[in-house]
């Protein structure tokens, strides 16, 4: 998901074939500390928002997650957490949480605030899982609350926004769908997509590749 969510938010193909196919340089200690956060709070949301859902235990490898999966739903179990779904042949969904009878979907994010990569996390997941045969009507985010005040109870300290006319908007962007069915079909034989420049590039990790050969490009002013 995300190689195709940062590269449609910066605009720029070449970016999410990047993030695909060639191999980053190692995490920051900034970036391990943000994974360090998104586990926590993704185990907090499975204790206090989404205790009531069944959690499905990892299988070792994505194949297996989708068939126990379908084994769950099967035997009449529809509320999910950590749901694995195969949306074509050989490729897997992981889900956070999803209500399959209702058509809800969730996204557990470490923010307090509603951002655009969210929705379009959301929004790529449902095409996705509609490819699985699953059809979202309705998107929820569950984010940090940023009032809670240690010491008080748990279940205080997340939050579940609805986005569902946000993402739906989103996904009736022929752009943005357009977009993710080409990022989809992208293979690592392909050429590189063209360099898009826009104000991306300043944070990028690739922008020496595309911008190396250039002396004071402009996103280096402040």
């Known amino acids: 998901k995300h190689p195709i969510v940062q590269g449609w938010l910066a605009g720029c193909a070449r970016l999410t ?3 695909r196919f060639r191999k980053s340089s190692n995490p ?3 970036d391990l500390a943000l994974f360090a956060m998104g586990a926590d709070v993704d185990a907090l949301a499975l204790e206090t928002v989404l205790a009531d859902f069944h959690t499905v235990p990892h299988q070792g490898n994505p194949a297996a997650d989708s068939e126990y999966t379908s084994r ?3 035997s009449g179990i529809s509320a999910l957490n950590q749901a694995t779904f195969e949306y074509a042949e050989n490729q897997f969904i992981r889900v956070d949480s999803i209500e399959i009878n209702n058509g809800w979907l969730a996204e557990v994010k470490a923010g307090s605030k509603v951002k655009d990569a969210y929705l379009a996390d959301l929004a790529l997941q449902s095409i996705l899982l509609g490819q699985a045969g699953i059809e979202i009507q309705r998107f ?3 984010l940090r609350e940023s009032t809670y005040v240690t010491g008080n109870p748990w279940s205080q300290a997340l939050r579940v926004v609805a986005v569902t006319e946000r993402v739906q908007s989103l996904l009736a962007d022929d752009e943005f769908v357009n977009y993710v069915t080409m990022s989809l079909g992208m293979t690592i034989e392909d050429s590189l997509p063209e ?3 826009s104000k991306s590039c300043k944070g990028c990790q690739f922008s020496n590749d595309c911008w190396g050969h250039l002396h004071n490009p402009a996103f280096n002013l402040p």
Request: zero cysteines.
């Open 28 to 30: 920051s200690v900034s």
């Open 140 to 142: 929820s985010l569950i």
């Open 195 to 197: 360099r898009a420049f």
């Open 17 to 19: 074939h990047l993030l």
């Open 72 to 74: 769950l739903i099967a």
